[in-house]
């Protein structure tokens, strides 16, 4: 069956300081590939979705990155941290283009900038 | 503009009653999915429930179902006999086009099952 993985769980982060989140899917291959912010009770925001290898689509212009070195890896980055970058991350996976793929989520990661 | 609205921020219930969570959507497109996910405490989200644009029956699982009036634009969940472990954030969201394109979330609705 199919599992994904993201991790750092927990992390509190200085002001300008860098930020990498990896989220990595297993049993399947190919999969699409997405990041989320969620701000303290806020609704999901997306960040970058990616349908393959070195595919990054960005959905909001920020002091972020996002990077898929590999089929099944999915690394959320930044250089430089802001206090507006706290949050709930979450990646994401589904697979195949049929309208009724679910979109299945990962544990979330928990940044507190200070 | 939203194209997913959840007019209601927070709603009670009481033990074993049933309700009605609230979404309406905003699309011009034919082919479009509709998803409710549960989001507990913990931060994980959890899938709950799809209705395809182009399905005719509304879907139904275990004690969720989804009242889908397309003409409306409106995508309600509905969860019968309400249990303590319902209490949790629900986001109704929405997917336009092919299968690989991400998914459009609403704002949530804050359930809190009393009882």
């Known amino acids: 069956s199919q599992t994904i993985h993201q991790w750092p769980a927990t992390l509190v982060q200085p002001v300008g300081s860098p930020l990498s989140l990896e989220c990595t899917v297993e049993g399947t291959s190919n999969p699409n590939l997405y990041w989320y912010r969620q701000a303290a009770g806020r609704g999901l925001q997306l960040l970058f979705y990616s349908v393959g290898i070195g595919q990054i689509s960005s959905e909001v212009p920020q002091n972020l990155s996002a990077s898929r070195p590999q089929d099944r890896q999915f690394i959320l980055s930044s250089k430089k941290l802001l206090l507006s970058d706290s949050g709930f991350y979450l990646c994401?996976?589904?697979?195949?283009?049929?309208?009724?793929?679910?979109?299945?989520f990962g544990e979330g990661s928990w940044l507190t900038v200070v | 503009a939203q194209k997913i609205t959840q007019t209601q921020p927070g709603m009670f219930v009481q033990e074993k009653e049933a309700v009605t969570l609230d979404c309406t959507y905003d699309?011009?497109?034919?082919?479009?999915?509709l998803f409710w996910y549960k989001q507990p405490s913990s931060g994980e989200m959890i899938f709950l429930i799809y209705q395809g644009s182009y399905d005719e029956q509304n879907a139904t699982e275990g004690r969720y179902s989804l009242n889908f009036q397309k003409a409306r634009k409106s995508a309600n969940l509905v969860i019968s006999a309400s249990q303590l472990g319902d209490s949790a954030m629900y986001f109704c969201a929405m997917r336009e086009g092919a299968g690989n394109t991400p998914l459009v979330f609403g704002k949530g609705t804050r359930l809190s099952v009393i009882a």
């Open positions: 699309t011009s497109d034919q082919s479009y999915g």
């Open positions: 994401a996976w589904s697979v195949g283009t049929v309208g009724g793929n679910t979109i299945y």
